[in-house]
């Protein structure tokens, strides 16, 4: 019998130092690293936001193993914990501190949450002709909204670093462009980054509203008071399907919404989309126009 009380005791013990590692790396993985300039290059951006230019994050392996180990790990631990006193250990220690290593490992997705309520959360990435994956990150909580958009330049077993191209704010004053996307599946388009062909990059928070764009040749920046500069074509070659849901967004956008408007593009850029090489862009830059002047 006290041959199988220690083997239950050291058992007991690795599993509690296992679920202890577990929520600890799950906490520390919430926390980030951002990088400040101090002379802004971001000119449209520095009134509101200190300058980021570069992050730091856990990589999305960690909070996807801490998911698939956690319920386990605290199901045993928590096994354990309770059956360890019929078993007559010699010493308390381990059930009392199985139970809040239970309890801390039950708590730790709010933990990781209070340490960092502003983790970045990224979308889908974008492989650029360069190699590299772009990638739509915003931070926010509750009127907290940083928006970035990011090229990867490392990937770590455990941390990612990004290099941030151009960076907006999701709260209000907040400022987006329409953007025709090319046909595609995913109409909400969350947290998107898409690709021209002119090697220009774009940010969408979801469905066609726009916040920044980069173009990847000049190293221009489009953010907060210059993306509306963006024409709503911009994403369209000639071959390009136009997505139709995009399409009539923002037809409803220029028959009733005001000139100055979010999402409401200028006559000059109505003008420049007659001449698309794109005939269905053509055809919709003349409807539009049409719209324009009628109100």
């Not at 990011?150 to 209000?172: I, Y």
């Not at 269905?280 to 002047?293: D, M, Q």
């Amino acid at each position: 019998m006290e041959c199988w009380r220690k083997i239950f005791t050291r058992i007991q013990w690795i599993t509690i130092a296992f679920a202890m590692m577990l929520a600890i790396a799950y906490v520390v993985s919430c926390f980030d690293t951002r990088q400040y300039s101090g002379n802004p290059s971001h000119e449209d951006w520095k009134v509101y936001r200190p300058n980021i230019v570069s992050i730091s994050t856990a990589n999305p392996r960690v909070a996807r193993w801490f998911f698939v180990l956690y319920l386990p790990v605290l199901l045993i631990n928590g096994f354990l914990t309770v059956v360890s006193p019929f078993t007559r250990p010699k010493s308390p220690t381990a059930p009392i501190v199985g139970f809040f290593v239970t309890l801390g490992l039950f708590f730790s997705p709010c933990m990781g949450f209070a340490v960092n309520p502003l983790h970045w959360r990224a979308g889908p990435p974008v492989l650029g002709s360069d190699g590299y994956a772009y990638y739509f990150m915003e931070s926010s909580f509750m009127q907290g909204q940083t928006l970035v958009l990011a090229k990867q330049e490392s990937e770590g077993w455990f941390a990612d670093q990004f290099r941030v191209l151009v960076l907006t704010n999701g709260d209000e004053p907040r400022t987006w462009q329409s953007m025709i996307r090319p046909a595609t599946d995913d109409d909400e388009g969350y947290h998107a980054a898409l690709i021209s062909s002119k090697e220009v990059l774009f940010g969408f928070r979801y469905e066609d509203h726009c916040f920044m764009a980069f173009d990847l040749m000049t190293d221009t920046r489009f953010g907060r008071l210059s993306i509306r500069k963006v024409s709503p074509f911009a994403l369209l070659d000639q071959e390009s399907k136009l997505h139709q849901p995009d399409v009539e967004r923002l037809i409803e956008r220029v028959r009733d919404g005001h000139p100055d408007q979010n999402g409401v593009p200028t006559l000059e850029q109505l003008h420049e989309g007659l001449n698309h090489p794109n005939p269905a862009v053509a055809e919709l830059a003349e409807k539009l126009l049409k719209l324009k002047k009628a109100n």
